[in-house]
């Protein structure tokens, strides 16, 4: 019995019912925005092919089959389907087929039953195998087209990100000649008016003065700072590693600090008996990191005591550490703390104060510039303490 000729008087028939299946499989998800002619594709092709393969007397059109299934691929990898998807909507064709030939199969032959059979399987799987390597192929291109588009765009935000950085570094060089001179001159007239007292009608002025002045301080650190920051980033800070005298330098940073802690009423407890005489490091970076940790402790400290201690920690490393009894920091800020502009207090009090939210991480960049680290404890209501671990030898790098 020759199948061919039911197979192309039912091909209508078989496609509406294969589409159909394919729409109501719950499992085909990217079927649900296609329409009907986008779902059955090249399959008119497929199975008059295979009605060629299962006729007697006409040669096989194989080549119709791998060209159409290599199509069928291409078309499903640009809809989306997954391979899921495909190996199901073959396994529905393979069963419709079999559905609308099965009155045809039981009145025929063992023989031809088999033959049929054995055809039918054969040219769905290699419809399939075509299919999937065309289907492979298509995602292959669109992953190196994506990579490629990935690869451009990272390339834009690096040129952006740069751009920024000198944008931002630029505009802070800019604005520090006329703050510098505006504060330069409003220190000077408030200390002549200072001297003229004797007039009552200047005490306003002098308030007014006073808020400039402070403010202009206040927007010349937030300047140095960002261009600190900036400069670590864009990799032109450079380590100046000499030998240091450890004593010296803390006490030079103890007279800058003592009296903030003296307005305050802290007692500042000093305790380095234990820390080496000499280290090779940057002494202007160093006076930097104690100093940032110092202020930041008694600005957030309204009673009892800083302390600062060092000691030697092994035969390579030595360490500092600044504690306080203030605030504290809650633990999920204790993450962020090191980020620049953040603030881990929402206390307005705290929020208005001279900080400038760069000095811990001025502090974090410039502790890995001098190949240290930097360890934070914390707990709210009970204070902080910052540990900076340092090599007694730094070296230059780069």
């Known amino acids: 019995m020759d199948f061919s000729q039911t197979l192309i008087e039912k091909s209508d028939a ?68 997954e391979p899921e998807e495909i190996a199901r909507e073959y396994r529905l064709l393979r069963f419709v087929i079999f559905s609308f030939l099965e009155e045809d199969l039981l009145q025929a032959s063992p023989k031809d039953v088999l033959r049929a059979v054995r055809l039918i399987d054969t040219v769905i799987d290699e419809a399939i195998a075509r299919c999937f390597n065309s289907y492979t192929q298509a995602r292959l291109q669109e992953l190196k087209q994506l990579q490629n588009h990935l690869r451009l765009t990272n390339q834009e935000l690096t040129r952006l990100v740069r751009a920024s950085k000198d944008s931002l570094s ?158 504290g920091i809650s633990a999920d800020a204790q993450v962020e703390i090191f980020n620049p502009y953040f603030r881990a207090i929402a206390d307005p009090q705290v929020q208005n104060s001279d900080g400038t939210g760069l000095g811990l991480a001025i502090v974090s960049r410039l502790v890995q510039l001098m190949q240290g680290e930097i360890k934070v404890n914390s707990e709210l209501a009970k204070g902080s303490t910052f540990t900076v671990i340092l090599p007694l030898e730094a070296v230059t790098q780069g």
Not at 65 to 75: C, I, K, T, W, Y
Not at 178 to 194: E, K
Request: aromatic share 4%; glycine share 4%; with cysteine.
């Open 170 to 327: 630029h505009l802070a060089h800019e604005l520090k000649t006329p703050l510098t001179s505006i504060i330069g001159y409003s220190d000077l007239f408030l200390r002549q008016h200072r001297q003229q007292l004797g007039v009552q009608d200047t005490y306003s002025n002098i308030e007014s003065i006073e808020r400039v002045l402070k403010n202009g301080r206040l927007l010349l650190r937030l300047i140095n700072d960002t261009l600190e920051i900036s400069r670590y980033e864009a990799g032109t800070m450079r380590l100046q590693p000499t030998l240091t005298n450890v004593p010296e330098l803390i006490n030079s940073v103890i007279e800058i600090i003592e009296p903030l802690a003296r307005a305050k009423q802290l007692s500042l407890v000093v305790n380095c008996d234990r820390a080496p005489e000499q280290v090779t490091t940057d002494p202007l970076r160093l006076q930097q990191v104690l100093t940032n940790l110092l202020s930041n402790a008694i600005r957030y400290t309204e009673s009892g005591l800083v302390r600062l201690e060092c000691w030697l920690l092994t035969q390579e490393q030595w360490a500092i550490s600044i504690a306080d009894s203030g605030i």
């Open 14 to 81: 078989i496609l509406d019912k294969w589409v159909e299946a394919v729409y109501q499989d719950q499992e085909i998800e990217a079927t649900k925005e296609l329409t009907f002619k986008a779902i059955q594709d090249s399959l008119p092709h497929v199975l008059k092919a295979l009605a060629t393969v299962l006729s007697k007397s006409e040669t096989s059109d194989l080549q119709t089959v791998v060209d159409a299934s290599l199509e069928h691929g291409r078309l499903r990898a640009e809809q989306g389907f």
